[in-house]
Each structure stands twice: as structure tokens, then as C-alpha cells.
């Protein structure tokens, strides 16, 4: 397999570079401090191509390939995991379920445009209180009523929340059959008796926005409706897959952007008479931080290349996620380890990687699920 980038990706993955470097690297301490969203710098992201990467221009995207996307979900992580998630969700997760459904012409141009473009974002409402990693117990209920299905029950932890003018909402349409009739809907924001709920207070990745959906007798029409019932947790999973890529991209760029804060650190930093890189412990200690990394790397491009070649990838895709997001926790922790006390200073960024990879174990399926995915497959 050939990891060469070509000169588009490359290209792509430079101007992401820079634009990170340049514009989410600027107040980001405050940012994080204040738990406020870019809005601004999202919409210029938009401006720029990003958002639609992957997806058909005639759709609002850029037609660009799979990896492409990923690269830009590294790049823009490195700095700023949070935008990472936001970008990703809106791009893996909200768009996935529309680009893997049975959508309409129709419905692409209506739904999938407007967030593609960078205009708006879209959320991917599928865990609930109680239905996590068990999606199987989700109990939202959707029951058809003429033209419309009214929608009951509520949607937790989903990210961009607060931000969102749509989401894919993913809800049973028969309860005793659960989620064997379970469908999807993009539901817009402002539709009577759907409420966007208090913002949760997160440890990490601060910026990004999380809440709770509420709904009460939301009636939303079928022609909104994009995975009949019985297709939506088929829907859901494919989607999640190709959402593990992007998380595990994400994951890849902190531990990136971390260890390259550690290394300069360890440069310039002098104790016992000679900087902190010249001391073997240590050395050998980035040594293998950076192994960790770029085997990460690997496993996180081959799910995307995967997916970009129309070849199955649920099982790379889990490994990505795995690989990815284990590195990002372990990285992270051990440049706090790095820099010593200035490790914990909020102005040496290691700390604020440190809180925003931890839920990257957590969510698009705990990394415990990762494995019962993975070894799900070893003894057929």
C-alpha cells in the first residue's frame, strides 16, 4: 500500500496547516478558558472548501477524496481539537448519514448542502440517556401520523448541539419491535416541540458545543425522512464508521501537535548543564512517542483509503478509532510528564491536549467497543 501523498493532498494538507497555525492557534487559550465557539473561523473554513470536502460539488463539497478530508481533520487537530470535532461531525457524522442513506436528489440539495458549504452545521442525535454504546436501547419514538411522524423521547452528549440548524435524528418507529424499525430524519431547528437543551460543561475540548435534545409531539414531515424504518440502525452504524475515521484523525492530530510542543520544549529547556533532549531517558522516551504516532498514522490512512476505494472498512475503520485515540491519551499525558510544572500551565497548550483527548476514547464507540468490534472477527 502507498502512503504518498500526491501534490492535491499535499496541497490540501498545507493550506490546512497553515490556515491552523495562523488563525485557530490565535486565542485559543481563550477560547478554551471561555468555552466559546469560533463562529467566525468556522465560517471561514467554509469559505475555504473545507466542511464539504469529501462530497460532490453540486452538493456544496469539493468533490475531493476521502483521505484528503482526514488529512484536514489531522491538520486542523494539531491545534485545535476541539474545531476537529466540530468539523468532523458536521462532515463524517451528519453528512455520512445522509451521503450512506437512501437520500433523494432532493433531500442532498435541501439538507446536505447548506453544511457542506460551511453555512450551517448538522449534529448526529443518536445516543440517548439510556442507549450509549448499547444502541439497541434507545426508546425514542417516532410514529407516523399522515404526512408527518411526531417524534417523542430525547438525545444526549451530541455534539454541536447548541450550533446545529440540522439533525439527523435517529428514532424507533416501533416499540416493541425496537431497533429493528429504527429510522432516521433530519429535523431542522426551529420545528414546534423540538427544544435544543442547557449546554453540557465538559472537561476538555471546551470550544466545541454539547447538549441535550428534547422531543415533545414534534411532528416532522416524512419527506424529511432519510432511512425508512427498519434502515436507520444500519444507517447509524455505517455512518459511525466512517465517523471512527475522523475521530481516530483527530486523535492522531493531538498526539501530533502535543509531541511537537514536547520536542521543541526538550530543545531549548537546559538541566545538568545540557537541554533536556541530550538526556537519554528522555530521548528515547519521544522516541517511542513518535513510533506510537506514525503507527497510528498508518492505521488511520489505511481506513481512509479504505473507504475512499469503496473497499469494506468497519474493522480498519475501529482500529483507526483505537490506534488513533489511545495515542492522543498516552501522548498527550506523558509531554504534561515532558515539560515538567510548565506542563501544567495552561500556557504551554499540553495540558488543554491532555482534557480534550481523553473523551476521544469515549466517543464514535468507547474503545472498548473498538475491540469487541475487532475481535469479533478473529475466531469465525
Not at 493532498?9 to 492557534?25: D, G, W, Y
Request: net charge neutral; with cysteine.
Amino acid at each position: 500500500m502507498n502512503f504518498t501523498l500526491n501534490e492535491n493532498q499535499l496541497a490540501i494538507q498545507s493550506t490546512v496547516k497553515a490556515f491552523a497555525e495562523k488563525e485557530l492557534a490565535k486565542d485559543i487559550l481563550v477560547r478554551d478558558a471561555a468555552a466559546e465557539f469560533p463562529h467566525d473561523l468556522y465560517a471561514k473554513m467554509g469559505e475555504m472548501g473545507l466542511i464539504g470536502l469529501p462530497y460532490p460539488k453540486e452538493y456544496g463539497g469539493q468533490g475531493e477524496d476521502y483521505l484528503s478530508y482526514i488529512l484536514a481533520v489531522e491538520e486542523v487537530s494539531k491545534v485545535d481539537g476541539a474545531m476537529g470535532i466540530s468539523y468532523s461531525v458536521s462532515t463524517s457524522l451528519y453528512g455520512g448519514s445522509l451521503t450512506n442513506s437512501q437520500a433523494t436528489e432532493e433531500q442532498l440539495r435541501r439538507f446536505l448542502t447548506p453544511v457542506a458549504s460551511g453555512k450551517s452545521l448538522g449534529s448526529f442525535a443518536l445516543t440517548e440517556p439510556t442507549a450509549g454504546s448499547d444502541v439497541a436501547g434507545a426508546r425514542t419514538l417516532a410514529v407516523r401520523d399522515g404526512d408527518d411522524y411526531v417524534i417523542n423521547g430525547s438525545k444526549c452528549f451530541i455534539t454541536n448541539g447548541p450550533l446545529s440548524d440540522y439533525f439527523a435524528v435517529y428514532a424507533l418507529t416501533d416499540k416493541e419491535a425496537g431497533p429493528k424499525s429504527m429510522a432516521c430524519f433530519v429535523v431542522e431547528k426551529g420545528t414546534p416541540g423540538f427544544v435544543i437543551g442547557t449546554r453540557h460543561n465538559t472537561m476538555g475540548l471546551r470550544s466545541a458545543m454539547v447538549c441535550e435534545l428534547y422531543f415533545t409531539d414534534c411532528r416532522v414531515p416524512v419527506a424529511n425522512m432519510i432511512a425508512a424504518p427498519g434502515k436507520g440502525f444500519g444507517l447509524a452504524m455505517k455512518t459511525l464508521d466512517g465517523g471512527r475515521i475522523g475521530v481516530g484523525a483527530q486523535g492522531l492530530g493531538i498526539a501530533e501537535g502535543a509531541w511537537e510542543i514536547a520536542r521543541k520544549y526538550l530543545m531549548e529547556r537546559q538541566q545538568f548543564g545540557k537541554p533536556l533532549c541530550k538526556q537519554q531517558t528522555i530521548a528515547f522516551k519521544m522516541a517511542e512517542l513518535a513510533i506510537e504516532i506514525e503507527q497510528a498514522k498508518y492505521m488511520v490512512y489505511k481506513a481512509a483509503l479504505e473507504k475512499g476505494e469503496g473497499q469494506p472498512y468497519s474493522i480498519s475503520a475501529a482500529k483507526a478509532k483505537y490506534c488513533g485515540t489511545n495515542a492522543a491519551m498516552h501522548v498527550t499525558t506523558e509531554a504534561v510528564q515532558l515539560l515538567g510544572g510548565n506542563g501544567y500551565m495552561k500556557e504551554f497548550h499540553v495540558e488543554r491536549m491532555m482534557r480534550d483527548a481523553k473523551i476521544t476514547q469515549i466517543y464514535e464507540g468507547t474503545n472498548e467497543i473498538q475491540k469487541m468490534i475487532v475481535s469479533g472477527t478473529l475466531f469465525k
